[in-house]
């Protein structure tokens, strides 16, 4: 990923972001680097090395320069650069005969016209460099803010300070063509100084501002990917992923370059099947391919009057059944040809990593656990805090709400006697004993108190009756 503060800090030139003398591999000192395996090699008698040096800026922009004034570098160095106007200060990352390699990767002929290395940079440079570095991050903020008040559809991505710090270079991303015309007036205002916009596209500023991809590592295009081929749907149709933007799509916003990478492997297995439009013609009907396992060469196919079903073909049996087809001769049926699974085949247990769960777990209706509400009429039970004889058993007190009621052994209380409204305590309940047999009430059961009203309407004579509240007698 890109280091933001790589500038140096130190007298020896040491980069102050990475700690390592630039060469560390976790922001950009490392970025887009090109290990030199010709730097242990010398040069044949009486031949010059080649003068043109490879200098890496800000991101892993990296620029050739022709080394004209003979100055022994090595990679490391920082040196001072032409750049129009005034100088820009970088790190050489290549010298000598890989160059000219790297220049022809590049499309840049090796006697093509080149800037200068002036000198190596003195400890001025320097520091003028970091303090140009500091500005760049409150900058970009300020020129965010000026581009969103002029309703500018762009994004500014990075600036970039020249090592004098005489210009600064806005790089910015748009969708269409921006009159940015007034937005340079206000930046020259604001700070002062050269402004140069450049517009970049989505791929290349994922390149410079870095990050983590999908699969876990830093982007490609961050590390060592230099040239951006263009990526098409097709890729992710011959590989059968699914058209998914959203999985198919990276930092960027567009396709992921990483579909181009196994794409040349999946068009090699594809020429010995058949094309994903195959049709045959069967005596039950017409048959389409729905789907094609590459590497395992077999075929789905179904009917088009029963889609639903589909019948699994190798591609060798589906080239005999299109060889019929081209002699006009229809095929009996999909299922004299469908590959039939073994039932030998072992079955397959799936566990977890563990094994104590199972699969099926969740399959099973779950049992209610919820607990019964509690009674709140249930007797309590104390036990008796008499000493107990030697060898007889304890024996436990049951308090019932009745006054007089007598101890009873067992674990479980009598259920309390239910008083029926308008009864005075110990006079004796309606509906026990014998005179349940007469009420209708059966034990355990709800006693009917409306039997006993209909034989003794006022069984009370202390109790009104019903009736009249008042105990007058009715008119």
């Not at 195959?278 to 590459?294: R, S, V």
């Not at 699969?359 to 309590?380: V, Y």
């Not at 059961?445 to 039997?451: D, I, L, W, Y």
């Not at 309407?457 to 008119?475: C, I, L, M, V």
Request: hydrophobic letters at 30%.
């Amino acid at each position: 990923m890109a280091c933001t503060n790589c500038s140096t800090g130190s007298k020896d030139g040491t980069p102050r972001g990475c700690k390592n003398n630039g060469t560390c591999g976790t922001d950009s000192c490392n970025k887009l680097t090109v290990f030199d395996w010709l730097a242990n090699m010398s040069l044949p008698g009486g031949e010059a090395p080649f003068d043109a040096v490879e200098v890496r800026f800000k991101n892993g922009r990296k620029e050739f320069y022709r080394n004209s004034e003979k100055v022994t570098l090595s990679i490391g160095d920082i040196v001072a650069a032409e750049s129009a106007p005034g100088h820009d200060i970088g790190i050489v990352t290549l010298t000598g005969e890989l160059v000219k390699i790297q220049m022809k990767k590049k499309g840049v002929k090796p006697n093509a016209e080149l800037g200068k290395i002036y000198r190596k940079a003195t400890q001025k440079d320097i520091d003028i460099w970091s303090d140009a570095r500091a500005k760049e991050e409150p900058m970009k903020v300020v020129a965010r803010e000026i581009a969103i008040r002029l309703n500018l559809e762009m994004k500014i991505s990075d600036i970039e300070y020249q090592g004098d710090g005489s210009k600064a270079t806005f790089y910015y991303t748009a969708n269409d063509r921006v009159d940015f015309r007034q937005l340079i007036k206000d930046f020259a205002r604001e700070f002062s100084i050269r402004i140069e916009m450049k517009q970049v596209g989505f791929r290349q500023e994922a390149s410079r501002l870095g990050g983590i991809g999908s699969c876990g590592r830093e982007l490609c295009c961050s590390t060592w990917l230099t040239d951006f081929r263009s990526v098409n749907t097709s890729a992710a149709r011959y590989q059968q992923l699914s058209l998914n933007p959203q999985k198919l799509a990276g930092q960027c916003g567009k396709l992921k370059c990483c579909l181009n990478y196994e794409l040349d492997t999946y068009l090699d297995a594809l020429k010995g099947l058949p094309d994903m439009d195959t049709k045959i013609y069967t005596e039950k009907g017409d048959a389409f391919c729905q789907k094609i396992d590459i590497f395992k060469g077999i075929m789905w196919f179904a009917y088009t009057n029963d889609m639903a079903h589909w019948h699994v073909i190798e591609a060798a049996q589906v080239k005999e059944m299109m060889a019929l087809n081209k002699l006009k001769e229809r095929v009996t049926s999909l299922e004299d040809y469908a590959v039939e699974a073994a039932d030998d085949a072992p079955e397959k247990n799936f566990q977890n990593a563990v094994g104590q769960d199972s699969l099926t777990r969740f399959d099973a209706p779950k049992k209610s656990n919820k607990k019964r509400p509690n009674n709140k009429n249930k007797a309590k039970v104390a036990t008796d805090a008499a000493p107990a004889t030697s060898g007889a058993p304890k024996a436990k007190m049951v308090i019932t709400p009745n006054t007089g009621a007598k101890p009873v052994e067992g674990n479980r209380p009598p259920r309390p006697a239910v008083q029926p409204q308008g009864q005075k305590e110990g006079q004796p309940q309606q509906g026990q004993g014998p005179a349940n047999a007469g009420n209708g009430s059966s034990a355990g059961g709800k006693r009917n108190f409306n039997n006993n009203k209909k034989r003794n309407p006022n069984p009370n004579p202390n109790q009104n009756p019903p009736g009249d509240r008042n105990g007058k007698d009715k008119k």
